[in-house]
């Protein structure tokens, strides 16, 4: 899961780079591995500076300084494919043709075969283990099938046409053609979100344009008539229009449940679903299942919720079963999401770094923690021990998501299955394996429903986590047999120490 954004600005004159810099800030929690920025400036040539870190460590004042021009393309990575490196820091650019920047969020099913064709039929070098760099090399190479001098927004639009054709999974799409504008474009699915928004220019002539993740970013920039861009619809946006198609119409329009469950901020919309509300119902439908499961065997005395995503569920369930709702864990702000980072015991190390259990709402009571949901369990592990540590009597711990048990293929570096804690266990196992007293998850149905009341038109969502049922229907068994060897923690830790990767430095 990453975070992309890009900006047009009606003012040639103007600099992109101050705002792109911000919706990165705005995006961090999307991905905390690595950022980057490529603006466009006068005629046409290309500043980008990019690298591994956070944003506030990748770019320093003197680095945005040196990147001028009035468009630009923006991101945040986290990591679910290739190593470590400077050189998967995205945007990615190629010179030929035309000279194209790319920022991806997602991931690309059939990436052995897209690179088997770039290389042997296409003749195109690529440099990175990431999918991001073929679905550049895919469009570049279907621009570069025109064999025209200058090229229209036709041209795009079926350079793009071809690319859907031949990329398959989840993929929102930022781009830049140098000297000639911004691109925007999802998969037919829908998969990965992307909005857009424009506003009036400072200037008083014209508009500005924007990309984004999530609309979070639009807002805080004063964009208005911010709307989804459309599964399979791609929107061009030039020095001189704003033109738009959608390209695909797929039956089946699933965008990632898992967004509403965890990734997007809050205060974000996406698909016209408030992901605020969305997360409250789901603490409401939690609650009904509590209630309905304990019975008057109930006994919790307070409810509390890992922060911060779980606020908004938990908050809502404390209400609903009429509990006192507590802030029982200090968090400090300056350390990463440990859903997020690699290794195990780094994770792990982090979770203690990262929150602090306060004894007061914890000793002698019997308390119910509530979290956004549960992958590995070594996070929850680790809470519900600081529960205990602290004199919690019992501790009940509920998910606003359901037990995951399969892999992502999507975008989301879920772990191996093996690695999953509840891949091959009951909910009591599971919460015998956390240390807990006893564990609830979310039903998936509820969870859909918390989500799609509030646009019916979304008839399907990317479960894939729970259920096992990958809305691309391309995912074989050896597929996933070979992203369980890729995603072990042990084979990352060894592809991370035995990187060697052919670099392209920039901006440092």
Wanted: hydrophobic share 40%; aromatic share 8%.
């Amino acid at each position: 899961m990453c975070g992309i954004s890009a900006l047009l600005l009606a003012d040639p004159h103007q600099a992109a780079v101050t705002e792109l810099h911000e919706s990165l800030g705005l995006l961090q929690h999307r991905g905390q591995d690595a950022a980057g920025i490529v603006t466009c400036g006068h005629k046409g040539r290309l500043y980008q500076c990019k690298g591994n870190g956070m944003v506030r460590d990748v770019f320093t004042p003197q680095r945005l300084m040196a990147l001028s021009g009035y468009m630009g393309v923006a991101h945040v990575r986290y990591p679910t494919a290739g190593t470590p490196a400077d050189s998967e820091a995205q945007p990615f650019y190629v010179n030929s043709p035309y000279g194209i920047v790319v920022g991806h969020n997602g991931n690309l099913t059939n990436h052995s075969e897209l690179r088997h064709y770039l290389d042997y039929d296409a003749h195109r070098h690529i440099n990175t283990d990431s999918d991001s760099e073929l679905l550049l090399n895919i469009f570049a190479n279907n621009l570069q099938r025109t064999g025209k001098f200058r090229i229209n927004e036709q041209d795009i639009f079926t350079a793009i046409q071809g690319l859907y054709k031949e990329c398959r999974g989840a993929y929102a799409v930022t781009a830049m053609l140098a000297g000639f504008g911004i691109i925007g474009f999802r998969d037919p699915h829908g998969i990965r979100p992307l909005v857009f928004g424009r506003r009036k220019s400072s200037s008083g002539k014209g508009y500005d344009y924007m990309f984004a993740s999530e609309s979070v970013v639009l807002d805080a920039l004063d964009f208005t008539d911010v709307e989804d861009v459309q599964p399979g619809e791609v929107i061009i946006v030039s020095k001189f229009a704003v033109t738009r198609r959608r390209l695909v119409v797929e039956e089946v329009i699933a965008p990632c449940i898992f967004e509403y469950v965890y990734f997007a901020r809050p205060d974000s919309t996406i698909d016209s679903i408030p992901v605020y509300n969305a997360r409250l119902d789901m603490g409401v439908k939690l609650a009904h299942k509590i209630r309905a499961e304990m019975g008057d065997t109930m006994d919790i005395d307070v409810v509390i919720p890992v922060p911060d995503t779980s606020r908004a569920a938990a908050l809502q369930l404390s209400h609903e079963l009429g509990l006192p709702y507590r802030e029982g864990f200090n968090k400090n702000r300056y350390v990463g999401r440990t859903f997020i980072m690699p290794g195990q015991e780094m994770r792990r190390k982090n979770v203690r770094r990262k929150l602090n259990a306060m004894a007061t709402e914890f000793k002698d009571l019997n308390v119910l923690l509530v979290d956004d949901s549960i992958v590995r369990g070594t996070t929850s592990q680790e809470i519900i021990q600081m529960a205990r540590d602290v004199g919690a009597r019992k501790v009940y711990f509920a998910s606003a998501a359901p037990a995951i048990r399969h892999p992502n293929v999507y975008g989301i570096d879920m772990p191996s299955m093996k690695e999953l804690v509840a891949a091959d266990r009951d909910d009591s196992e599971v919460a015998s394996v956390l240390g807990a007293d006893r564990v609830f998850f979310q039903d998936l149905d509820d969870l859909v429903a918390s989500c799609r009341q509030f646009n019916p038109r979304i008839k399907n969502f990317d479960t894939s986590v729970f259920d096992g049922k990958y809305v691309t229907n391309d995912v074989t068994k050896e597929y996933l047999d070979n992203l369980e060897q890729q995603r072990s923690d042990d084979a990352k830790a060894k592809g991370a120490a035995d990187a060697d990767v052919i670099g392209l430095y920039n901006i440092k």
